[in-house]
């Protein structure tokens, strides 16, 4: 009887190691699609209209419907994979 209770208490553990590992892993991953998207929004594919233009400092490609669907979904990116971090760093908080 003891040796089962011995195993399962070992699986548990195994079990929650690999939950650990897991966690640690999206988290780093999470962190890079950040990282990537925060990146991708500041330097804007095409740049920027310089000082002679009528919108000065605004992107060029702005009537694109590629930049405008671009911009919305790096824009989402960047919401949905900061949610996942302050998630993570926040979870070991809880009661």
Do not use: C
């Not at 590992?21 to 594919?45: C, D, E, Q, S, Y």
């Not at 095409?46 to 790096?74: E, M, Y």
């Amino acid at each position: 009887m003891k040796d089962k209770v011995d195993m399962a208490s070992s699986d548990t553990e195994e079990y929650q190691k690999r939950l650990e590992n897991t966690a640690t892993a999206h988290l780093v991953a999470a962190t890079l699609i950040t990282t990537v998207t925060f990146a991708a929004g500041i330097t804007m594919p095409g740049g920027f209209v310089g000082n002679d233009g009528t919108h000065p400092g605004s992107a060029i490609l702005r009537s694109s419907a590629a930049f405008v669907a671009f911009v919305i979904f790096d824009t989402t990116s960047l919401v949905f994979s900061s949610s996942a971090v302050l998630i993570h760093l926040l979870v070991p908080l809880l009661p």
